[in-house]
């Protein structure tokens, strides 16, 4: 498919911190479920949802009062679920830095922090933070409106209406190779809400 000049339509990316509808986006509260394991053995349930949201410190403190308090005061603990982490899954004894550095990050930037994370694991949380600031290009409807913006954002569309008529009927625009172009570079992920979140790996 070539596209002829037109005008700009406008910027069709989704921005969960800034630019989404109400409908679309809602600020993850992702919290997770800790049981003091040793009343857990016992066939006593003493558990908490935690906001998963704040310092490791915080996160420690909070699950220490829910130890001093259950009813054999063991130091074990584990986290038997979790909830707003929009399916990354933690580890039943994951580190307390890692819940909070993955919890700010879906906070911040929503499902394409868990997506990415599923995808690239959490081995490494300073490659996911830096993939974000970097690398993220944004949620799209398609690879055919992320195309449609790369060309708009490069103002070809400007430079055809201000070629020599005689040569402009002869520019086009092969949107159709750039598409198939974007899908061999990108890293496209597919969101719950039918969205494609779209990274560069080469930024």
């Given at each position: ?20 509808s ?14 003091s ?29 829910l130890?001093h308090h ?8 584990a ?36 997506l ?19 690398s993220?290009?944004g ?65």
């Amino acid at each position: 498919m070539e596209r002829e000049s037109q005008q700009p339509e406008g910027d069709r990316q989704q921005q969960p911190e800034q630019d989404a509808s109400p409908e679309r986006w809602r600020a993850p509260q992702p919290r997770i479920y800790v049981v003091s394991v040793a009343d857990y053995d016992q066939g006593v349930l003493h558990d908490a949802w935690i906001n998963a949201h704040q310092a490791p410190e915080e996160l420690w403190l909070e699950i220490q009062h829910l130890l001093h308090h259950g009813p054999s005061r063991g130091d074990e603990w584990a986290i038997l679920d979790q909830e707003d982490f929009f399916g990354l899954q933690l580890d039943e004894h994951e580190d307390l830095s890692t819940v909070s550095r993955v919890a700010a990050g879906v906070v911040r930037y929503g499902e394409a922090l868990a997506l990415l994370g599923k995808f690239a694991g959490l081995d490494d949380l300073s490659f996911l933070e830096t993939a974000m600031r970097t690398s993220y290009l944004g949620a799209w409807e398609s690879l055919d409106a992320l195309a449609e913006h790369v060309i708009d954002d490069m103002g070809i569309d400007a430079y055809i209406e201000t070629a020599p008529e005689s040569y402009r009927r002869y520019l086009r625009i092969d949107v159709d190779e750039l598409v198939r172009d974007l899908r061999m570079r990108m890293t496209v992920l597919e969101g719950s809400d039918g969205l494609l979140y779209i990274f560069d790996p080469n930024q």
